[in-house]
């Protein structure tokens, strides 16, 4: 049985660097991550980070919440706002876990976090998730206009691929739907097809056409910060090669995906890897 927790935080918004050296600040409103539980997600490097075991037991099955995060971001962004940094500064959400976890639904710190950043908004916030729940707060996100980027995971266009790497998560049409009704809303919508799961090209450059603003590649050799050591540390290369995909865990796989984006959307709507996702 999953488990939610509760519990106060010094802290509402961590520097970062490295990666995310386009961002001065990423801002995590959980610990944890439901959508790693039931094998969801293997390739998750925050898997592999000190930051499991906040509690006990497999990750995915227990979920931290900050439960005073909205009232110290809004405090922290004030002290940035005197500093003259805000406006100046891009903040990544979140790093380290989904900020539309299934309790957000019940608890909204993110929808408060998002509250507080619309009082004092910094230069950029890009805002991570593979949940539709963030259609929930489409008001806000229009109310950010172009100080916002609601970037939504979708790492493949084939169900039966999702369903095997992701089972816990939303299904792909409800991942593109959400992405379409966003950019509708006229919030700009990228999908971070992050990691690249197996895919067929094509097909998935004329969906994100039609549903994206622009495309984000990321892949396991370029995009998990050891050149594909830490992915290989999780195991994914006797994963894919026990269901039959070990030619796409390669450097290069992502070479036809890439080529098929870039002539269906064009280049400037194509980012690829860290370059891609420091585009704010």
Avoid at 39 to 59: M, N, S
Avoid at 71 to 85: D, G
């Amino acid at each position: 049985m999953r488990r939610y927790l509760s519990r106060n935080v010094t802290r509402a918004l961590t520097p970062t660097g490295g990666f995310l050296r386009g961002f001065a600040f990423s801002l995590n409103p959980y610990v944890g991550c439901a959508f790693g539980d039931n094998r969801g997600c293997p390739f998750c490097y925050v898997r592999a980070l000190p930051v499991a075991h906040a509690a006990d037991g497999a990750w995915g099955t227990w979920v931290i919440a900050k439960s005073n995060l909205p009232e110290l971001l809004a405090r922290e962004l004030e002290l940035l706002a005197s500093n003259c940094k805000l406006e100046h500064s891009a903040i990544f959400m979140s790093s380290a876990t989904d900020p539309y976890q299934g309790v957000e639904r019940r608890l909204r710190i993110t929808r408060g976090a998002l509250a507080a950043l619309l009082t004092m908004p910094p230069r950029r916030i890009l805002l991570q998730t593979r949940s539709p729940l963030i259609e929930r707060d489409i008001d806000l996100l229009r109310a950010f206009g172009d100080r916002v980027i609601a970037s939504i995971t979708v790492e493949t266009d084939d169900e039966s691929v999702r369903r095997i790497f992701t089972p816990t998560s939303p299904s792909i049409a409800q991942r593109l739907n959400c992405a379409r009704r966003l950019r509708e809303a006229g919030i700009f919508t990228q999908l971070a097809i992050a990691p690249m799961l197996p895919n067929n090209a094509t097909r998935f450059a004329a969906i994100a056409d039609r549903v994206a603003d622009r495309v984000i590649v990321d892949t396991y050799f370029d995009g998990d910060g050891s050149g594909g050591r830490r992915s290989r540390s999780l195991g994914m290369a006797e994963l894919y090669a026990r269901l039959g995909y070990g030619e796409w865990f390669r450097p290069g796989a992502e070479q036809e995906l890439l080529a098929a984006l870039r002539a269906r959307l064009g280049p400037a709507r194509v980012l690829f890897s860290r370059e891609g996702f420091n585009a704010v």
